[in-house]
């Protein structure tokens, strides 16, 4: 009786739920959004919610993939300049019309933004001069070759020239210049509780299926996943592996998941001739040398993971074993890179050939609130390698602790994960491969100091050809030499799983964004 | 009096100082804000930028002096993170916090002195040891488990209470509250239960201990014996001599009550100060961290200063300020 009781009542919200809220929706965010300001923090959950009401000359689909946005083509025009179409008969949300003028204003402001703590002047900082041919034409001039301009473009959201005058963060914090010309406009920002928006009835892309859209920010996975059961949202994001089991089964609810950008990897910290931090001989002895200079030591700690059994036990089927930077199909990427395969005996061979036949002890270092079960994942890699006679401990501590010492490079053996915003491999390898070289931006953030001449002859020719398929064919040819050589020990891409109530459609995007445009009802 | 007060402040004042030196060098050991807010793929011209822009590359002593002399003009500085002033984050937020807090606390009260009392009366009564077993359940089960479960009870299977967020709210006084409204009262209720629990357990126990004490004491039988109604001898004899301890709790758990919502307050994404700390740790955002504390320190002297009140109010043997007590 209670059951059928409970039934009728589950049927009943649920009827109420479609017919009074049938073109609104609410949506479960995991990560604070932390400004309304387009430009102050180059943050991901800040830059997919202001897509909503901002947008860049160029967009990307799902996969990634750039796609005209405000500016409808672009070429260049020789190997300094690049020339911008934009689009006609765009209008911001206060009806004023968009003009080359507007995005000659938003370069400004990008690098002026005061206290931002990361800011977009990366992606416009090798511009040098802008030309406006006329108000639906412009002009970019680089000092250097800058083949990734497009890409770089997609990243900048366009502000209105008249609302965003003299505008502070606060103004858009509070409303009064966030217009944009996206499909949403801004109705209220609470921060670090909700976000609320509504459709944009002039929008030049058509009309949206949702009048109201109201983001809130669920940071607590548990209570993420009760909102979406009591149908208090309609979708959420980032569904934590532990539930993905009982929603896929459940026909009150959809999964959407899809392979991201985001590789988890390993750096060897190669910085010194010497043993690096936290790698000793088995009795605690100081090695004679730094074993992860050796390439066969590092394919030997590649190869004994079993990247299969990390992705089907730990990440319950939401990862796919890595090979490169980014999974297969992106620009840039190699097609004769395969995952290592698991070979415990190969890789105590590969062991005894560099001269540790019986092994040495490190220590496994790795954040533990950053990324999809970080720390289980130290946990088993520590086990495989006890298999090939490498004696493994594990600490993992807060990403607040963690980069910090990572950087200062006070650890051997680092478990990282690397997003690639750009979508083409090229970026990925420039910070995380080429030799470091911070002041002329090349490997940034190489924490583990490889360092390979040969790769990095091929990778600079390549980031400089203009032509596409050209340079993404150099570029997975680099890509074939540092990974064939184990510059970094790839070990899986994240999957990222959406889940929304039944007669809702999410496209799951592998940029990790949650938008309200690609969520459609199913009918 | 006023004297007592003074000195209380004066030593507040020394704590606060000694706080935030504590969090300024605390933060700094834990690690470098600039590596969780710059976006990895920026290059070291920006993180060089970034770092100046938090004012974070003068060394430590003049990043304490630069902040000292902003928090003697009442500037706090700025949250790394939102790039507001960090005591205008912290305020926004605390009414929130408070208005759970007190609702928590109330409903302790009200339901923990009675059940306290009824199985200090009877407790060999089956009503008196359901209550004990009871406030057992109060104790042992963690919050953040009775949380889900009264989320997993009311909002998925019944669907009767909202699992999430602050309901409507109103101003009374110019502070937003949503106790005044139906849908802020339903999105309170869960919340408030879930902190109060423990409360609860605690002044059940410690009413019936102190009654069952108090129920043996010559005062007791020689008002009984003089034929004083039952309610009298309860109400005044009994209660009120008891109360000390339990006031002195109330105002201590009613601060931790405050500080430490935190499990509730995430669960519940219950927008209040507790999920702004420990959001603003793991982001290392120093400035409201600072405020955080200060404000909490702040509300700790307060409640502390109105229990001691409250203290010589109800026993008339309690005077306050010491030496000049005298005088009164």
Not at chain 1, 338 to 344: A, G, I
Not at chain 2, 80 to 93: E, G, M, T, W
Request: charged fraction near 15%; proline fraction near 6%; include cysteine.
């Amino acid at each position: 009786m209670l059951r059928i009781l409970r039934a009728a009542i589950v049927v009943v919200a649920a009827l109420a739920a479609t017919a009074a809220g049938a073109k609104d929706v609410a949506i479960g965010l995991q990560a604070a959004i932390t400004s309304m300001d387009p430009h102050y923090h180059n943050l991901s959950p800040n830059n997919s919610l202001l897509q909503h009401v901002f947008e860049a000359l160029i967009l990307r689909d799902p996969q990634g993939k750039l796609m005209p946005g405000l500016a409808t083509s672009w070429r260049p025009i020789d190997n300094l300049t690049w020339e911008f179409k934009l689009r006609q008969n765009v209008k911001f949300h206060d009806g004023s019309p968009f003009t080359a003028d507007d995005v000659v204003f938003t370069l400004k402001r990008v690098p002026n933004v005061p206290n931002s703590p990361s800011s977009f002047a990366t992606f416009t900082k090798p511009i040098v001069d802008i030309k406006v041919i006329d108000p639906y034409t412009i002009q970019f001039k680089t000092a250097e070759p800058h083949v990734l301009l497009p890409s770089d473009m997609a990243s900048v959201a366009i502000v209105s020239k008249k609302n965003g005058e003299g505008a502070t963060t606060a103004d858009y914090n509070s409303g009064k210049a966030a217009i944009g010309t996206g499909p949403y406009e801004f109705v209220e920002y609470v921060p670090n509780s909700r976000i609320v928006l509504k459709a944009n009835p002039g929008y030049w892309g058509g009309k949206q299926p949702w009048d109201t859209v109201t983001f809130k920010i669920l940071s607590n996975s548990a209570a993420r996943v009760a909102a979406l059961l009591s149908g208090d949202v309609q979708m959420i994001e980032t569904v934590p592996t532990s539930d993905i089991a009982n929603l896929s089964h459940d026909k009150r609810f959809h999964l959407a998941s899809t392979v991201t950008n985001r590789v988890i990897y390993v750096h060897l910290n190669q910085s010194t001739e010497g043993p690096p931090p936290f790698v000793t001989a088995k009795d605690g002895s100081a090695l004679q040398k730094n074993p992860f200079r050796d390439s066969r030591v590092r394919k030997a700690l590649s190869i004994a993971i079993n990247r299969d059994a990390i992705d089907q036990r730990i990440m319950e089927g939401m990862a796919v074993p890595a090979s490169q930077m980014l999974p297969d199909g992106f620009p840039g990427t190699s097609k004769n890179l395969k995952p290592p395969k698991y070979d415990p005996d190969a890789a105590r061979k590969l062991l005894a050939e560099a001269g540790y036949p019986n092994g040495f002890a490190l220590t496994i270092f790795g954040p533990n609130n950053r990324y999809i079960n970080d720390a289980k994942i130290a946990q088993a890699i520590a086990q495989f390698y006890s298999r090939i006679g490498v004696d493994a401990k594990v600490e993992t501590m807060p990403s607040s602790v963690y980069f910090t010492k990572a950087t200062k490079l006070e650890f051997g053996y680092m478990l990282l994960g690397w997003g690639t915003e750009s979508m083409e491999q090229g970026s990925g390898l420039r910070s995380l491969l080429a030799t470091h070289d911070p002041a002329h931006g090349m490997g940034v953030n190489n924490r583990g100091r490889y360092s390979n001449p040969e790769f990095d002859k091929v990778l600079t020719e390549a980031l400089e050809t203009m032509d596409d398929a050209k340079r993404y064919a150099m570029i997975a040819h680099a890509a074939e030499i540092v990974f064939n050589d184990t510059g970094l020990i790839p070990i899986h891409y994240e999957k990222s799983t959406w889940g929304t109530a039944a007669g809702y459609h999410y496209a799951a995007r592998a940029d990790q964004y949650t938008l309200a445009m690609d969520l459609k009802p199913s009918r | 009096m006023v004297a007592y007060a003074l000195r209380r402040l004066g030593q507040s004042f020394l704590v606060l100082v000694a706080m935030s030196l504590l969090v300024f060098v605390g933060v700094y050991a834990i690690g470098n804000p600039v590596e969780l807010l710059v976006n990895p793929q920026a290059d070291a011209i920006e993180r060089a930028r970034a770092t100046a822009a938090l004012g974070l590359d003068k060394p430590l002593a003049e990043q304490f002096l630069v902040f000292l002399r902003g928090a003697l003009h009442a500037d706090l500085g700025h949250s790394f993170v939102y790039n507001v002033p960090a005591i205008q984050l912290v305020l926004q937020r605390l009414p929130a916090t408070l208005e759970l807090a007190f609702c928590a606390t109330v409903l302790a009260i009200a339901l923990g002195i009675p059940l306290g009392l009824v199985a200090g009366l009877r407790p060999k009564s089956l009503v008196g040891r359901t209550i004990m077993a009871g406030s057992i359940l109060g104790f042992s089960l963690p919050t953040f488990w009775v949380g889900l479960v009264l989320i997993m009870v009311f909002s998925v299977e019944l669907g009767w209470l909202p699992p999430n967020g602050r309901g409507e709210t109103v101003l009374l006084f110019g502070v937003p509250v949503s106790f005044l409204t139906v849908d802020g009262l339903k999105h309170l209720a869960m919340p408030a239960l879930n902190l109060a629990l423990f409360k609860l357990a605690l002044l059940i126990r410690l009413t019936r201990a102190g009654a069952r004490e108090a129920l043996l004491q010559d005062y007791v039988r020689f008002a009984r014996a003089k034929g004083l109604s039952a309610s009298r001898v309860i109400g005044v004899h009994v209660l009120k001599n008891i109360l000390i301890p339990i006031v002195t709790v109330i105002g201590l758990e009613l601060g931790s009550v405050i500080a430490f919502a935190i499990v509730t307050e995430s669960i519940f994404a219950w927008p209040g100060t507790g999920k702004l700390l420990i959001d603003s740790i793991n982001q290392l955002d120093r400035p409201v961290i600072v405020a955080y504390l200060m404000v909490i320190v702040l509300i700790f002297v307060v409640i502390n200063f109105a229990v001691d009140v409250l203290y010589s109010l109800l026993d008339p043997r309690v005077r306050l300020g010491g030496a000049t007590a005298g005088a009164h």
